[in-house]
């Protein structure tokens, strides 16, 4: 079998994607626009809940948006002005609709429907322990214990309740929930996950990314800050900080890869961060060459900064096919690399004869930046310089990103110059992890306080990894043991 | 729209069909079988859930066993030698898959998988409580309170934990459940609901009625008793008497209409008893006509009892069609009666000048006896006498039949006379209760302690009813508040 | 796999019913209700084509009337007051949806579309002939024939085509076709296949069965006779006879199997015939014995009648499941006659001990019988007495029939004592030729000019069998080349 | 409803392309990957017909080619070393089945498939003669006209039939058929459609672009030259020139916007052809800007050419989302131009304040240009000059090309000046058809024997359009008269 996105089993993977809206005709259909401008952040499935004022009502599907929730029927279904929704990219096999969120749980208070992205990097020990109180999980998914933990607070109220759930979880967490009451949305104290606010019209909107507010032709307000709590109810927004303060630490790879080029992440322009970084890697490893060429679409903005910062002209020497599938059975032995080829095909007349300076943004695997550089040599190019738009990816991510275990990550098994012999390029080079900091506006990284969260970098993890540490959490509560088939 | 079914909307109606193996190759193909011949106790979905020594594996499906669980695809992902399944019939407009059993939660126990047959009557008094102390149900359904008794059960082992939960709920249940130790199959202390063991090869098996083991090819052994639990695990079949002994009262509508007629209830065959009732009502309300005709096929065998005692012919003036389709588009007002006549059709030549003695085997709403009567008199029956093989059906059931509420229910509304002119029949008689209890093999009905439960007649119910007493329950707990759409 | 279906493979099996409405609201309806009646004369895929004056609208689907034809959606889109269907039982592998009819084709005089109910035993031979000239066959159906024949006849009305492309034609033909100027039926001249003629206020249906006149209400006006021509347009019904005409010979199978019970064929109540029939059978082959047994529910009509005339009781030692799936999974060797019991199931409580006589309507491949037969006697039945409702069948019809080749047919390969030891009963009886005869009200079968086609009994063929004399057919030809997957 | 493609709605559509494989392993598999190659000359629909030697095997399906061509399931069934390909891009509302290709026939001479890009501008006239003579159309494609010739043709061979029939036909085509006795390709006499050879190992690859032999890793040979037949069978390669000869004429359109920039189409890379585009229009209507926009991804190798002639910075002002679906509700009338923004959406920090040339390869409606615009004054642009890779679109397309109709062609109602005005740019501009010629590397047009089929901008046909001058032709011969539902 072939995969038509090679490219996407050889990049780190946001995990999900979340939008609300608060007050708004039509609730339903801006999520479903919203979670379609998110689509890049969780392909697996999404869903949508709303709340009418009387009864929640929701749709997941396994799948895209499009195609799931632009029908009128379904959207007809999702009454309400206020709902919520999530795009979710799985981490594991276990992909059943009974994980796909926004998950809801019938609480004494009514009512409680949840969205999240990032991950709770102590959710095997806390289920644990609820389940041994009697808890049922519906799910394998970690959002669930948070569920648990509100259902089963000492405090009175729901507010409180919640509160209580969320001092118990350790990782990240960009939430948004929906309660009879009003939605409450909140990011962690280190602010991880990315969580923005807007205005369109009278309504609040919350979004995992500023695209998202553009789309449906919101303006923005501002970012959520780190350990903030919002509740948006009939009286209007509140803000609490019932966290302790800490210094923040988002994540560094969402200016990297995982959010779209045109949006703004803390402040930043994520394109002309991206163009910054390309300048940054033309300063830090120029080479003599005759073009610089994007591995489309992730390194276009990159190697467009190259090429100016070095004078070099930029051409698509490498032309990706807009028709993507999943897989196509493979015809015979004769055709090599053909996987690679029917996502992205090399635009020979260009490439023959040429030295090529090629663009990347990450190396995950490198299984694919070895068939699109021997792509390249087959199309006639005499010389490849690989360029890479961040330094090597050498630890996992526990906070909401896909990232394979260490073991498969080519960083971490092996130098650069060992990485260019298996690659099998002229050249090879990757951004120094000040120039990424200096691309975002930093004079360096400090070391002592860092800016960002850059552990898949730095191996430096912002919080403790308890699940990672308690070796006895038997196996059968990783995942539920029945398999719906 | 017009219903092919007319028929299914004027029975009471079973609620479920429960069916466990344990211990043979290809459990859930047994259980398919076993499922498919207890298809007429549910018929708006079905489920299986095996154990193969580690995992739980499970489908369950709205429809027919038929056309759901006979491919090879799915009976061969349910792996495992012990495996339980259930037909749904459903109360309420909520017929989501979550509903639909076997039922599963993970415990601190491991997997614990549920099937039932009965209905809770204190379920929503319970329910109320678990919410508020923190449990999440799943489900609208009455099954998931026992789950979450076990769940939260101040007992150490699973089954101090399940004896515990069954102590707690009232009404009727024949259970069967799946857990890593074993299989747990009980039956209420009044046996309000059937449960029979048979023995195929070295695998036990356990059914709601007889003809379920017959069509896999099992020995009967016996009726699972009223209170009394079983337990079939790798050391053997235990059996325990966890409750307080209380006189049975099986369910008199079982023989009357609910069961197979191929099939041995409570030691009866219920084919000879409905033969009996035929009887029976031939000698309590005799009338001079030219032949006994049943309605198809619930009438059957009644009739041919009837036509044995009094002499008269036994023949088919209706004829039954064996498509049936839920609904179809009415296609203009020139056509009346053209609901009943898609399923059951005058067999207008041998109907035509005859005086016909119409037996069927209760009365509910009565809105297809009058289209019945109707059809035939269109088709030129002369007379036609009205002989009912049960007591006029006046009361609700609360133990896992489908009535409707009493208001519906014609017999409620108006005495025999009333309905023989609503029903425009020239003569209606019913089965007295004696006689029923004759036909069953009692001298009579013994008023002061009744062999049956036969509530759905006399208004006599065995238990309380706490729900209906208990006016405090909130109206949101009755469903969960979230509309999957 | 096993059936549920046994009996099905070992019938004979009808291949197709029509029904047709010329000027009525919602004639769409209409035929989904007449086919939905019908359902029993073809159930692999149905059609239906609707005349709204301008355009011609069509479904058609693989599967039963009910789950097809039964949705708003799918009738309201089927507009015009004129409409034709068709139930389709499949002889051969080859069910794509090509050959579902009714099927359709624009002519120089406009759409035609057409129902056909029999067999072209000539189909072959023509099509090759077509071809050479250069039709294009859409589909492997005998009946596309007749429209390659009226769209390259010589004539120049649509009618005299119509008529010049039947003259050429031999074998069986019941049609219904919709022109833009009317609709078309027309019997073949020995009238094999049924039709007849009804009214429905002032619209005209055409069925294959009265029983589908009495589903939509509509008055039964006559039979169309052997050889007619029926036009009905907006100038009214007019009849012609463009035939020789001939000594009709109808399809004495219908009576003994294919029809449905409460309809009237040739003028004959078929649930009266089968009871006369059984009770030929009890004057021709009396044996003492205990009770009556029908193999329901094709043998229960007989069975009435046999237990009538002979004063032995008729008790239901069979019980038929009326859920019925396609296959289901074989768990394991342990289980014989698995798949009989699916559908069948023995009355164990009244067999037992008990001398029985078994009564069906005919033997094919005697594979179920052979089945039944050991059930019985596993249930404890004493003794089995096999009578069977026709003569032994033993030769294939090609009038548009579903019969195994020769070699399959018990009765071709064995004499009557043979098929007993094969069977295992006790002792076994055919109803003799001329009692069937008697049944249908003849005095004997006149060898000289027989009153129906009893082919499949005698091997007297009405028509010449053209493609079976024609060795030169090349294989091609029996099928279209490309298989659509 | 908002479409998410409404760039879509605004392009000329090339209708069709196809791919042929003779003699390889995996035919259907090679197949299957040359037609997701080719994904962007029909997205409607496709098929494949494979011949073993015996049978031919077809599956089409509405959709893409991933998801209906990609499973072992679909692609085991299609045997044989010899297959053919289509996809469809439906100029109709008629997009049902039996329009898909490969269209199939079985002829005296056994099997025929045949693939078409292109358009028979005498078809209706074509199809009336035939259906008058007894031919029955099976779909409203102009194809099958071809077909129907080829069967009534009075020559012998097949291959006679075959070049009468072309030889009766008007207008363009590129075909591919499958016959039992080899592969037949032919190219229309001017060659207004592209198709090219290829050789993968031992087989030969026939296909609408070169991209589509990259893919499948096959090495081109030549183009089919215009005019000529190709026969492959066991015998190897035949080559014949069965027409007049003829000066070329192929269509100029395919290097403005139908290929894929990495295909090389006439012996001109599509890519560098369009660089060369962006220059000439550089040079023709230079501005003072800030920086060259593209709109993705139809304008990007134009912008490119663009920037390097006149040295402005390239920048992606305008992000393109991956994902599109079809249509999104629209959630209410306060947001403005959301269609628009679901597939492109402006890079907001990049363009505010900014002076931008906008670079777009054609304008059809106008209608999306407008909105392109509106979303970059509204993200702040200050201002926008747009320059358009090809003359004014003002004539529709009769060789297989969906056009709108002239009144619907913005160029055809309007001057540059008013088209300026309707679009609310503050310039623009579009290539000259001399510079368009240039850029093809012809010194200019030669207007007495043109290099190039330019119609859509000349109104300078090369073929004579029958149909549209044929007055007579009866309405209902356009469209079969059944709609299939």
Known sequence: MLTTDPWEDDHLHEECGVFGVYGADGAAALVALGLH??????????????????????????????????????????KGEIAIGHNRYSTTGE????????????????????????????????????????SIFQSTSDTEVIIHLVATSGYRTLLDRFIDALKRVEGAYSLICLTPEGMLACRDPLGVRPLVLGRLGDSYILASETVALDVVGATFLRAVEPGELIIISPRGLRSLRPFEAQ???????????????????????????????????????????????????????????????????????????????????????????????????????????????????????????????????????????MRIASPPTRHSCYYGVDTPERSKLLAAQMNVEAMR?????????????????????????????????DACFTGDYPTRLTDQEDVEIPDQLSLLAERVI
Chains 1, 2, 3, 4 share one sequence.
């Open 247 to 385: 210094r923040p630490r988002p994540c560094i790879f969402e200016h990297v890869y995982f959010s779209r080029p045109d949006s703004v992440v803390e402040g930043n322009s994520v394109y002309q961060v991206r163009k910054a970084i390309g300048a940054e890697l033309a300063r830090e490893s120029a080479i003599d060459a005759d073009m610089v060429v994007p591995v489309p679409d992730s390194g276009t903005p990159a190697a467009i900064g190259y090429a100016q910062e070095s004078g070099l002209p930029f051409e698509l020497g490498i032309i990706r096919s807009h028709y993507v599938g999943r897989t196509f059975i493979q015809p015979g032995d004769q055709i090599r690399n053909l996987g690679v080829k029917l996502k992205h095909n090399a635009n020979r007349a260009m490439i023959t004869g040429k030295r090529i300076v090629l663009i990347d943004d990450s190396i995950v695997r490198g299984t694919t930046s070895l068939k699109i550089v021997q792509m390249l040599r087959e199309a006639g190019a005499e010389e490849v310089h």
């Open 95 to 134: 992909t059943a609709l009974r994980n796909v969120q926004p998950l809801f749980a019938e609480l004494s208070s009514g009512g409680f429907a949840i969205c999240h992205n990032g991950n709770i990097s102590n959710a095997m020990t806390l289920r644990r322990d609820l389940v041994r109180r009697g």
């Open 37 to 78: 401008a998110l689509q890049h952040r969780g392909q697996e499935a999404a869903g949508i809940t709303t709340f009418d004022g009387r009864d929640f009502h929701t749709h997941r599907a396994m799948g895209h948006v499009a195609g799931n929730f632009d029908s009128d029927e379904v959207i007809r279904k999702l």
């Open 421 to 453: 012999d298996y690659i099998k390029v002229d050249s090879l080079a990757f951004l120094s992890t000040d120039g990424l900091y200096r691309a975002l506006g930093e004079a360096k990284r400090n070391d002592n306080a860092p800016q960002y969260c």
